[in-house]
T-cell receptor, first 114, second 114 residues
Framework: NAGVTQTPKFQVLKTGQSMTLQCAQD?????MSWYRQDPGMGLRLIHY???????DQGEVPNGYNVSRSTTEDFPLRLLSAAPSQTSVYFC?????????????FGPGTRLTVT | RKEVEQDPGPFNVPEGATVAFNCTYS??????FFWYRQDCRKEPKLLMS???SGNEDGRFTAQLNRASQYISLLIRDSKLSDSATYLC???????????????FGKGTHLIIQP
Protein backbone atom coordinates (compact mmCIF):
# COMPACT_ATOMS: atom_id res chain seq x y z
CA ASN A 1 0.00 0.00 0.00
CA ALA A 2 1.86 3.09 -1.25
CA GLY A 3 -0.46 5.70 0.32
CA VAL A 4 0.01 9.12 -1.27
CA THR A 5 2.79 9.46 -3.81
CA GLN A 6 4.15 12.61 -5.40
CA THR A 7 6.51 13.20 -8.28
CA PRO A 8 8.95 14.75 -8.76
CA LYS A 9 10.61 15.14 -5.36
CA PHE A 10 12.67 18.11 -6.51
CA GLN A 11 12.25 20.49 -9.41
CA VAL A 12 13.95 23.65 -10.60
CA LEU A 13 12.09 25.83 -13.07
CA LYS A 14 12.84 29.06 -14.80
CA THR A 15 10.40 31.92 -14.59
CA GLY A 16 7.64 31.49 -17.12
CA GLN A 17 7.97 27.74 -17.51
CA SER A 18 5.02 25.48 -16.86
CA MET A 19 4.95 22.07 -15.27
CA THR A 20 2.69 19.54 -13.60
CA LEU A 21 3.20 18.11 -10.15
CA GLN A 22 1.82 14.62 -9.94
CA CYS A 23 -0.10 13.16 -7.02
CA ALA A 24 -1.68 9.75 -6.68
CA GLN A 25 -3.27 7.79 -3.86
CA ASP A 26 -4.27 4.16 -3.65
CA UNK A 27 -6.57 4.34 -0.63
CA UNK A 28 -9.76 5.15 -2.59
CA UNK A 29 -10.08 8.45 -0.77
CA UNK A 30 -12.68 10.84 -2.13
CA UNK A 31 -11.03 13.98 -0.80
CA MET A 32 -7.71 15.22 -2.15
CA SER A 33 -5.97 18.52 -1.72
CA TRP A 34 -2.83 20.46 -2.50
CA TYR A 35 -0.98 22.62 0.02
CA ARG A 36 2.09 24.75 -0.15
CA GLN A 37 4.35 25.25 2.82
CA ASP A 38 6.59 28.27 3.15
CA PRO A 39 8.84 29.24 6.07
CA GLY A 40 6.85 31.17 8.65
CA MET A 41 3.59 30.70 6.74
CA GLY A 42 2.48 27.22 7.63
CA LEU A 43 0.45 25.04 5.30
CA ARG A 44 -1.85 26.86 2.92
CA LEU A 45 -4.53 25.19 0.83
CA ILE A 46 -4.21 25.73 -2.92
CA HIS A 47 -6.96 23.57 -4.44
CA TYR A 48 -9.02 20.63 -3.31
CA UNK A 49 -11.34 18.00 -4.73
CA UNK A 50 -14.19 16.12 -3.09
CA UNK A 51 -14.35 13.50 -5.83
CA UNK A 52 -13.64 12.76 -9.46
CA UNK A 53 -14.75 15.62 -11.68
CA UNK A 54 -15.12 18.09 -8.79
CA UNK A 55 -12.50 20.66 -7.84
CA ASP A 56 -12.54 23.96 -6.03
CA GLN A 57 -10.20 26.72 -4.96
CA GLY A 58 -8.54 26.98 -1.61
CA GLU A 59 -6.84 29.89 0.06
CA VAL A 60 -4.07 30.54 -2.51
CA PRO A 61 -5.23 29.26 -5.95
CA ASN A 62 -3.76 31.93 -8.23
CA GLY A 63 -1.23 30.58 -10.71
CA TYR A 64 -2.31 26.97 -10.28
CA ASN A 65 -4.78 24.66 -11.99
CA VAL A 66 -6.02 21.23 -11.01
CA SER A 67 -8.14 18.48 -12.48
CA ARG A 68 -9.56 15.26 -11.08
CA SER A 69 -10.38 12.80 -13.82
CA THR A 70 -10.00 9.75 -11.58
CA THR A 71 -10.32 9.06 -7.88
CA GLU A 72 -6.62 8.19 -7.70
CA ASP A 73 -4.93 11.13 -9.40
CA PHE A 74 -4.92 14.84 -8.62
CA PRO A 75 -2.25 16.72 -10.62
CA LEU A 76 -1.34 20.34 -9.90
CA ARG A 77 -0.33 22.49 -12.86
CA LEU A 78 1.77 25.60 -12.63
CA LEU A 79 0.77 27.72 -15.60
CA SER A 80 3.69 30.18 -15.74
CA ALA A 81 6.12 29.70 -12.90
CA ALA A 82 7.11 32.68 -10.80
CA PRO A 83 9.76 32.98 -8.05
CA SER A 84 6.91 33.48 -5.55
CA GLN A 85 5.92 29.87 -6.24
CA THR A 86 9.17 28.57 -4.81
CA SER A 87 7.89 26.35 -2.03
CA VAL A 88 7.33 22.83 -0.80
CA TYR A 89 4.13 21.35 -2.18
CA PHE A 90 2.22 18.64 -0.38
CA CYS A 91 -0.62 16.59 -1.72
CA UNK A 92 -3.01 15.04 0.80
CA UNK A 93 -5.98 12.73 0.82
CA UNK A 94 -8.59 11.46 3.24
CA UNK A 95 -12.01 9.91 3.39
CA UNK A 96 -14.54 12.62 2.64
CA UNK A 97 -17.28 13.72 5.00
CA UNK A 98 -15.83 12.69 8.33
CA UNK A 99 -13.53 15.30 9.80
CA UNK A 100 -12.26 12.99 12.45
CA UNK A 101 -10.56 10.89 9.83
CA UNK A 102 -6.82 11.16 9.37
CA UNK A 103 -5.46 13.19 6.49
CA UNK A 104 -2.56 11.51 4.71
CA PHE A 105 0.17 13.59 3.11
CA GLY A 106 2.53 12.73 0.30
CA PRO A 107 6.29 13.20 0.76
CA GLY A 108 6.27 16.60 -0.92
CA THR A 109 7.77 18.27 -3.97
CA ARG A 110 10.43 20.89 -3.41
CA LEU A 111 10.13 23.46 -6.17
CA THR A 112 12.55 26.27 -6.89
CA VAL A 113 11.73 28.91 -9.48
CA THR A 114 14.65 31.03 -10.63
CA ARG B 1 -6.90 37.38 15.78
CA LYS B 2 -5.47 34.62 13.64
CA GLU B 3 -7.57 31.48 13.33
CA VAL B 4 -4.99 29.16 14.82
CA GLU B 5 -2.01 30.42 16.76
CA GLN B 6 0.99 28.57 18.11
CA ASP B 7 4.18 29.65 19.77
CA PRO B 8 6.80 28.88 17.09
CA GLY B 9 9.51 28.14 19.67
CA PRO B 10 11.96 26.61 19.51
CA PHE B 11 11.41 24.84 22.78
CA ASN B 12 14.75 23.43 23.92
CA VAL B 13 14.10 20.67 26.43
CA PRO B 14 16.47 18.16 28.07
CA GLU B 15 15.85 14.52 27.39
CA GLY B 16 13.53 12.98 29.95
CA ALA B 17 11.78 16.22 30.79
CA THR B 18 8.10 17.00 30.39
CA VAL B 19 7.12 19.64 27.90
CA ALA B 20 3.77 21.17 27.05
CA PHE B 21 2.59 23.63 24.50
CA ASN B 22 -0.71 25.15 23.59
CA CYS B 23 -2.56 26.22 20.52
CA THR B 24 -5.32 28.82 20.54
CA TYR B 25 -8.14 29.00 18.02
CA SER B 26 -10.43 31.89 17.26
CA UNK B 27 -13.68 30.26 16.15
CA UNK B 28 -15.66 29.01 19.12
CA UNK B 29 -17.74 26.79 16.80
CA UNK B 30 -14.71 24.73 15.80
CA UNK B 31 -15.54 21.06 15.78
CA UNK B 32 -12.45 18.93 15.33
CA PHE B 33 -8.95 19.27 16.64
CA PHE B 34 -5.73 17.45 15.86
CA TRP B 35 -2.03 17.45 16.53
CA TYR B 36 0.21 16.60 13.61
CA ARG B 37 3.94 16.01 13.77
CA GLN B 38 6.30 17.12 11.03
CA ASP B 39 9.92 16.08 10.93
CA CYS B 40 12.46 18.24 9.15
CA ARG B 41 11.89 18.17 5.38
CA LYS B 42 9.17 15.53 5.71
CA GLU B 43 5.42 15.48 5.37
CA PRO B 44 3.08 16.09 8.32
CA LYS B 45 1.68 12.99 9.98
CA LEU B 46 -1.20 12.67 12.40
CA LEU B 47 0.02 12.40 15.98
CA MET B 48 -3.35 12.34 17.66
CA SER B 49 -6.87 13.65 17.53
CA UNK B 50 -8.02 15.76 20.45
CA UNK B 51 -11.27 14.77 22.11
CA UNK B 52 -13.44 16.87 24.37
CA SER B 53 -12.70 14.67 27.35
CA GLY B 54 -8.96 14.71 26.68
CA ASN B 55 -7.02 11.72 25.51
CA GLU B 56 -3.74 10.01 26.10
CA ASP B 57 -1.51 7.93 23.86
CA GLY B 58 1.53 6.62 25.67
CA ARG B 59 3.67 9.58 26.67
CA PHE B 60 1.44 12.04 24.85
CA THR B 61 -1.62 13.72 26.32
CA ALA B 62 -3.90 16.07 24.42
CA GLN B 63 -6.53 18.26 26.00
CA LEU B 64 -9.20 20.62 24.78
CA ASN B 65 -10.39 23.68 26.68
CA ARG B 66 -13.44 24.99 24.86
CA ALA B 67 -14.08 27.80 27.34
CA SER B 68 -10.67 29.32 26.72
CA GLN B 69 -10.45 28.06 23.13
CA TYR B 70 -7.19 26.23 23.23
CA ILE B 71 -5.81 22.75 22.86
CA SER B 72 -2.69 21.49 24.49
CA LEU B 73 -0.13 18.76 23.97
CA LEU B 74 1.88 17.33 26.83
CA ILE B 75 4.87 15.09 26.23
CA ARG B 76 6.24 13.18 29.21
CA ASP B 77 9.68 11.58 29.48
CA SER B 78 10.74 13.26 26.26
CA LYS B 79 13.00 11.36 23.85
CA LEU B 80 15.49 12.64 21.34
CA SER B 81 13.18 11.26 18.66
CA ASP B 82 10.43 13.65 19.79
CA SER B 83 12.36 16.52 18.19
CA ALA B 84 10.06 17.80 15.46
CA THR B 85 7.59 20.52 14.64
CA TYR B 86 4.12 20.00 16.08
CA LEU B 87 1.24 21.39 14.06
CA CYS B 88 -2.08 22.27 15.58
CA UNK B 89 -4.98 21.62 13.20
CA UNK B 90 -8.49 22.92 13.75
CA UNK B 91 -11.69 22.60 11.82
CA UNK B 92 -13.60 25.85 12.13
CA UNK B 93 -16.86 25.68 10.18
CA UNK B 94 -17.27 28.04 7.23
CA UNK B 95 -13.65 29.05 7.48
CA UNK B 96 -13.16 29.36 3.72
CA UNK B 97 -10.23 27.01 3.97
CA UNK B 98 -11.79 24.52 1.62
CA UNK B 99 -14.46 21.91 1.89
CA UNK B 100 -12.86 20.36 4.92
CA UNK B 101 -12.09 23.69 6.55
CA UNK B 102 -8.93 22.34 8.11
CA UNK B 103 -6.76 25.19 9.29
CA PHE B 104 -3.16 24.52 10.21
CA GLY B 105 -1.15 26.40 12.76
CA LYS B 106 2.37 27.35 11.79
CA GLY B 107 3.80 24.83 14.20
CA THR B 108 5.84 24.70 17.37
CA HIS B 109 9.44 23.59 16.95
CA LEU B 110 10.62 21.21 19.68
CA ILE B 111 14.25 20.27 20.22
CA ILE B 112 15.08 17.56 22.74
CA GLN B 113 18.64 17.87 23.92
CA PRO B 114 20.75 14.97 25.22
Amino acid sequence: NAGVTQTPKFQVLKTGQSMTLQCAQDMNHEYMSWYRQDPGMGLRLIHYSVGAGITDQGEVPNGYNVSRSTTEDFPLRLLSAAPSQTSVYFCASRVSGRLSYEQYFGPGTRLTVT
Amino acid sequence: RKEVEQDPGPFNVPEGATVAFNCTYSNSASQSFFWYRQDCRKEPKLLMSVYSSGNEDGRFTAQLNRASQYISLLIRDSKLSDSATYLCVVNPPYSGGGADGLTFGKGTHLIIQP
